[in-house]
């Protein structure tokens, strides 16, 4: 399986919106979006499975979508009201467990990885 190849990043003002998106080649059983910020850990964001079942970290939900297409091989994150603590860099994966996995310990991890793209929000 290749790299994921993520876009899309950038600057806003706290309260605006941006989209991610990330090619990956073959399909997995799930891709996601995670992220880490300047000394913390790098956690999980949004994820979605193969059929189509989405998980949220809570600090996002009601805010970010998650979506794929599996015919096309791309997983986009929509991100809504946009605040500062949203700041970090965002990594694409790929993993062979279910999403939720991913969310309940740091001791799971996904496999394939993205290099990263920068979302820095200004309040």
């Known amino acids: 399986q290749g790299q994921p190849v993520e876009s899309g990043g950038g600057s806003v003002q706290s309260g605006g919106s941006l989209r991610l998106s990330c090619e990956i080649s073959g399909n997995s059983l799930c891709l996601g979006w995670f992220r880490q910020a300047p000394g913390k850990r790098r956690a999980a964001v949004a994820a979605v499975d193969y059929d189509g079942r989405r998980t949220y970290a809570d600090s996002v939900k009601g805010r970010f979508t998650v979506s794929r297409d599996n015919d096309k091989n791309i997983v986009d994150l929509q991100m809504n009201s946009l605040e500062a603590e949203d700041t970090a860099m965002y990594y694409c994966?790929?993993?062979?467990?279910?999403?939720?996995?991913?969310?309940?310990?740091?001791?799971?991890?996904?496999?394939?990885w993205g290099r990263g793209t920068q979302v820095t929000v200004s309040s």
């Open positions: 994966a790929a993993g062979t467990l279910r999403c939720g996995y991913y969310f309940t310990s740091p001791n799971y991890q996904p496999e394939t």
